[in-house]
């Protein structure tokens, strides 16, 4: 167990709707990473957060966006939901951008 | 170019065999660089993590990182059933992208009895 929690663990929205995910970090990490992972591909860097802002966006669209609490908790948003949205969303922990371990994730459909 | 490749596989070997997982970066600029393990339906947990050239051992694993070659490599010793998973190498590049973890696909390897 790596001390970090997400929620929701499913999720099923339909395509255009709005769609908000939490984690909580593991305790003393003030960073936190989000990724995508499609079915049978490697996760894909979303973006980061540390101490509050963000440190660091992979390549999606201004629809993605998120926010850390000053507990380091972290919420990621998702807007106007497309059917290739549906992936499994990772939330990673660390002390700084250094060694990343992940919640369990949370499995969102697109109907 | 995919920025980290590994053989897809799947990788099968018997149980008690040395299991071997290969893995190229392409970003020179990458500083350290990781093995996850992934169960199916899981999230990735992380088995070791490797900074400098050479070889670097935790129990039944070895990690071995030759940055010239830009290879990355996890060796699994006297391999059980339960290693059996999707292994996926990370690279955590410098500079402005420190932080961003990139993935490679991810390596199935199926240990038989």
């Known amino acids: 167990e790596t001390g970090v929690t997400q929620s929701p663990t499913h999720l099923i929205k339909t395509r255009g709707q709005q769609v908000t995910l939490r984690c909580s970090s593991q305790?003393?990490?003030?960073?936190v990473s989000w990724y995508q992972q499609a079915l049978g591909q490697g996760p894909q860097f979303i973006f980061q957060?540390?101490?509050?802002?963000?440190?660091g966006r992979g390549n999606f669209p201004p629809r993605f966006s998120g926010l850390q609490f000053p507990n380091y908790s972290s919420e990621l948003n998702v807007n106007a939901l497309e059917l290739d949205d549906s992936a499994l969303y990772l939330c990673a922990s660390s002390l700084a951008p250094t060694t990343q371990y992940f919640g369990p994730g949370t499995r969102l459909t697109v109907l | 170019q995919k920025e980290v490749e590994q053989n897809s596989g799947p990788l099968s070997v018997p149980e008690g065999a040395i299991a071997s997982l290969n893995c190229t970066y392409s970003?020179?600029?990458?500083?350290?660089f990781f093995w996850y393990r992934q169960y199916s339906g899981k999230s990735p947990e992380l088995i070791m993590s490797?900074?400098?050239?050479g070889d670097k051992e935790d129990g039944r694993f070895t990690a071995q990182l030759n940055k010239a070659s830009q290879y990355v490599s996890l060796l699994i010793r006297d391999s059980q059933p339960s290693d059996s998973a999707t292994y996926l190498c990370a690279a955590n590049a410098g500079g402005t992208s420190y932080g961003k973890l990139t993935f490679g696909q991810g390596t199935i390897l199926t240990v038989h009895p």
């Open positions: 305790s003393g990490h003030n960073t």
């Open positions: 970003d020179r600029g990458s500083q350290s």
């Open positions: 957060y540390y101490r509050e802002e963000e440190n």
């Open positions: 490797i900074y400098s050239n």
